[in-house]
């Protein structure tokens, strides 16, 4: 329905946006999904269980040291 309606739309026509918002948003009900709930808002886990950034001080500590053993990399 979305691309029968834009290739009918004639180069100088406005668009009904609200429209083509109420298509994607019928779909997006119909097929189950949760209205503006994008996969960056999820709480997600790498591959080691841990969510991201949870092992900072780590790395922070890791990155120390290769300042100090490489002085050309130093930040």
Same mark, same amino acid.
């Given at each position: 329905? !979305? %691309? *029968?309606?834009t290739c009918k739309l004639g180069f100088e026509?406005? &668009?009904n =946006?609200?429209?083509v918002? *109420? %298509? !994607?948003h019928n779909i997006r009900i119909h097929e189950g999904y949760q209205? *503006? /709930?994008?996969d960056w808002c999820l709480l997600r886990t790498g591959l080691?269980?841990?969510t991201p950034g949870s092992d900072m001080k780590s790395n922070?500590? /890791? +990155?120390k040291e290769n300042d100090k053993a490489d &002085?050309? =990399? +130093? +930040?």
């Open positions: 329905m !979305f %691309l *029968n309606y026509d406005k &668009p =946006y609200a429209y918002r *109420n %298509l !994607f209205d *503006n /709930v994008f080691d269980g841990q922070q500590a /890791v +990155s &002085p050309k =990399y +130093s +930040s």
